[in-house]
């Protein structure tokens, strides 16, 4: 089986994607090391069995490109399952670095962003400058002969590249986590506990386009857990809204809100996709 997911080796994207293979009893995966898009493609294309993104994290939020990829390649990829991965991350520099002359901070941007105030605090001097992953901006650091930069990362990926680990998790609030979708060319069969994501374009625009797909959902008692706005790359100033909420699209109920809503976007010009059901997980234990 092979499993394509964002690298470099030393992500948290593989340690979700470690997580998922043994979920399903997979010791045998190859794991491709891409982009987020390239991952979908992978699995469009009959490449990758799956792909395993990161699609939002507690402190942070949501991931607005991973979306934006689940919304490229919806007439084939499908979200068939989820990680909730708990993060750690370190502050980690090549030994013999002072911690008071670093001048540049590399990470994912996401990852930035979940170490902010600690940063801004511990090094008020540094830049912060986003790279593809955790694991890139890793080996960044060890590659970098100027002895005045560091990488947020996970523990892993700091001592695979020798960096030393500044004291302390460096993540501004102690329980983080990042939820990971997988995706294949089919979603998941109903579990009973379930979710879906729904992506919807409204064409033309009008007063209380997004009340009446909300109130057909209310009507029939589906609970939405989030919506979500992206810019909706063909067009300038439209965008495509992503809701999520709990059920599966098979349920008669969920059908027949979903047929509402068809009905409700067709008239405007626009498009509903499903992007996929699968089922609701726990968390990973660390």
Request: glycine share 6%.
């Given at each position: 089986m092979k499993i394509a997911t964002l690298g470099p080796q030393g992500?948290?994207?593989?340690q979700a994607t470690l997580a998922f293979a043994k979920r399903i009893g997979s010791p045998d995966t190859e794991l491709v090391f891409t982009t987020i898009n390239n991952?979908?493609?992978?699995?469009q294309d009959y490449?990758?069995?799956?792909?395993?993104?990161?699609?939002?994290?507690?402190?942070?939020?949501?991931?607005?490109?991973?979306f934006d990829a689940l919304i490229e390649f919806q007439d084939f990829v499908k979200v068939c399952d989820?990680?909730?991965?708990?993060i750690k991350h370190c502050l980690g520099s090549a030994p013999g670095v002072k911690w008071d002359q670093i001048e540049r901070i590399y990470s994912h941007p996401s990852a930035l962003n979940q170490c902010q105030s600690h940063l801004e605090k511990l090094f008020p001097q540094a830049s912060l400058i986003p790279l593809i992953s955790t694991a890139e901006a890793a080996a960044q650091v060890l590659q970098d002969q100027s002895r005045k930069t560091a990488a947020i990362c996970s523990p892993f990926a700091a001592q695979t590249n020798g960096l030393i680990c500044y004291e302390g998790?460096?993540?501004?609030?102690?329980?983080?986590?990042t939820r990971f979708l997988v995706c294949s060319l089919t979603d998941s069969a109903p579990s009973?506990?379930?979710?879906?994501?729904?992506?919807?374009r409204y064409g033309a625009?009008?007063?209380?386009q997004l009340f009446q797909t909300a109130k057909y959902l209310a009507d029939a008692m589906v609970d939405l857990t989030f919506i979500q706005s992206?810019?909706?790359k063909v067009k300038p100033q439209e965008y495509v809204l992503i809701y999520e909420f709990i059920g599966h699209k098979a349920q008669p109920e969920i059908q027949s809100a979903l047929r509402n809503i068809e009905l409700q976007v067709r008239n405007n010009g626009g498009w509903k996709k499903i992007l996929g059901s699968y089922p609701k997980r726990e968390p990973e234990e660390n």
């Open positions: 992500t948290y994207s593989e991952s979908l493609r992978l699995v490449q990758a069995d799956y792909a395993v993104v990161p699609v939002e994290n507690m402190i942070d939020g949501l991931i607005g490109a991973s989820e990680i909730h991965l708990p998790e460096i993540q501004d609030y102690l329980f983080n986590e009973g506990n379930d979710r879906t994501l729904l992506a919807v625009n009008r007063p209380g992206r810019p909706y």
